[in-house]
């Protein structure tokens, strides 16, 4: 099959990136926010929504079970009205499989508004393992039954209804307490979910269950209690930054020498980030409408940093700042900790001539889910090695934008196949380049 030209973008890098762009609410959030509708007959506003793919794979589901979508994106607006929902056809839900990851979230607002819920073969980026086996367990101890023998994917009812429980997370899997939020606010009785994730975007969640009439508590050892209540009603809320995208653009930032203002983007959520940022040598200002970053010229720093759950450096991050630091001068190790296969991207990297070494070891000191499970989990990096551009191939969403960045800061052209990826996560990543003044086609 010919490959779709609008697939692929032909860059001419060596050019800095300068100017300013906006950034809009986080993917990681919106999404969420979207199926929490779902609890309510009503109509929900959610304001701050990024154009991006993933909104258009949950508007189409949530369409599919009779709710009403009408998504503005010149306006950032999505106005869903949740009054009427259905169980959708299983072959119309599964020709959406395969888009998204958020089919499973759809469980606990469908097992409450109609007894039971299908969800299909699951979709996402190939970045390592990602069970759903935390979300079933979590809808097993508060009352469902799953069956996963369905020949199509997993059929879930709930005869009984909801009950709150008790529930503990091995791993703050940021998932598996979105579900449990969920499902266990219009659940009978008192939920406890101990290990959780207290990401910005899952608080940002809370809060939007608040305005629908929850009761929510989170304590500061990680764990969540929940009071179930009878009924909730619509929301009005405006979501918080997409961090991710907006350390992105920080990133090709260092890699291009270049000056980047993102509107939007906001101190809180970023913390940890601008830390690290700042120790890499990079300079950034923030002001009341957005953060100003670039590189001041000179030497970047290396660094040694380690992946963690909030509030610690967060695993989307690593990938675009990798990048920048194939320009550092020295020695930088990443001990990447969340995800098992996060360090696939650096092949290319190495291809376009930089020095990125994989190592089995844990060469780091946070505790690690993959010691001695034989996963390439922890890079050095050794800098600064210019780039020569090539063809590469995006291999998933945080992987694709970091050889874009690649793709901008090294000498000479590139073909990035397979962009489409990137459009899932970075709204209108084209006309960003553009006002930034990259050389693209």
């Known amino acids: 099959m010919a490959e779709n030209k609008e697939d692929v973008l032909h860059v001419e890098g060596g050019r800095p990136l300068n100017g300013t762009i906006k950034v809009r609410g986080a993917k990681n959030f919106v999404s969420k926010a979207m199926v929490a509708a779902l609890l309510a007959p009503g109509t929900s506003v959610l304001k701050n929504v990024p154009e991006i793919r993933d909104v258009y794979v949950v508007s189409d589901l949530l369409r599919l079970h009779g709710v009403d979508v009408a998504f503005d994106g010149n306006n950032g607006t999505v106005i869903i009205d949740a009054t009427n929902v259905n169980l959708a056809d299983v072959a119309d839900v599964d020709t959406l499989s395969g888009s998204s990851r958020i089919p499973i979230l759809f469980s606990g607002p469908l097992l409450h508004r109609l007894g039971e819920a299908f969800i299909p073969a699951l979709g996402g980026c190939n970045i390592g393992g990602r069970p759903i086996d935390f979300h079933l367990d979590t809808l097993r101890k508060l009352g469902a039954d799953v069956n996963k023998e369905h020949r199509d994917g997993i059929h879930i009812t709930a005869p009984h209804g909801l009950h709150g429980a008790k529930i503990h997370l091995p791993y703050p899997s940021v998932g598996a307490t979105e579900q449990t939020l969920l499902a266990a606010v219009l659940a009978e009785g008192k939920t406890e979910l101990s290990g959780a994730a207290t990401e910005p975007e899952i608080m940002d969640l809370v809060a939007v269950l608040q305005k629908m009439g929850a009761i929510i508590s989170v304590d500061v050892d990680r764990t969540f209690r929940i009071e179930g209540v009878k009924e909730l009603k619509g929301y009005t809320h405006t979501s918080l930054t997409d961090r991710i995208e907006a350390a992105s653009w920080a990133s090709a930032a260092l890699a291009t020498h270049g000056d980047i203002f993102v509107k939007g983007a906001t101190q809180p959520e970023m913390m940890t980030f601008l830390n690290v940022f700042r120790k890499v040598g990079g300079e950034f200002d923030i002001t009341d409408s957005g953060i100003r970053f670039w590189h001041p010229g000179g030497d970047l720093k290396p660094v040694a940093i380690e992946t963690d759950v909030h509030p610690g450096f967060m695993t989307d991050w690593q990938q675009p700042l990798v990048v920048a630091l194939t320009q550092a001068k020295g020695l930088s190790i990443v001990h990447e900790t969340v995800y098992e296969n996060r360090f696939g991207f650096t092949k290319p990297l190495v291809q376009m001539g930089a020095t990125v070494q994989l190592y089995r070891e844990c060469l780091g000191s946070l505790p690690c889910r ?71 086609d």
Do not use: C, M, W
């Not at 793709?407 to 196949?417: E, F, N, T, Y």
């Open 370 to 440: 993959f010691q001695q499970r034989n996963y390439k989990h922890s890079a050095v990096i050794f800098g600064p090695t210019p780039l020569t551009g090539r063809d590469i191939d995006v291999p998933d969403l945080r992987g694709g934008f970091s050889h874009l960045i690649a793709a901008l800061a090294a000498k000479g052209p590139s073909d990035v196949h397979g962009i489409s990826l990137i459009d899932r996560g970075y709204a209108d990543f084209r006309g960003k380049l553009e006002a930034l003044g990259a050389n693209f």
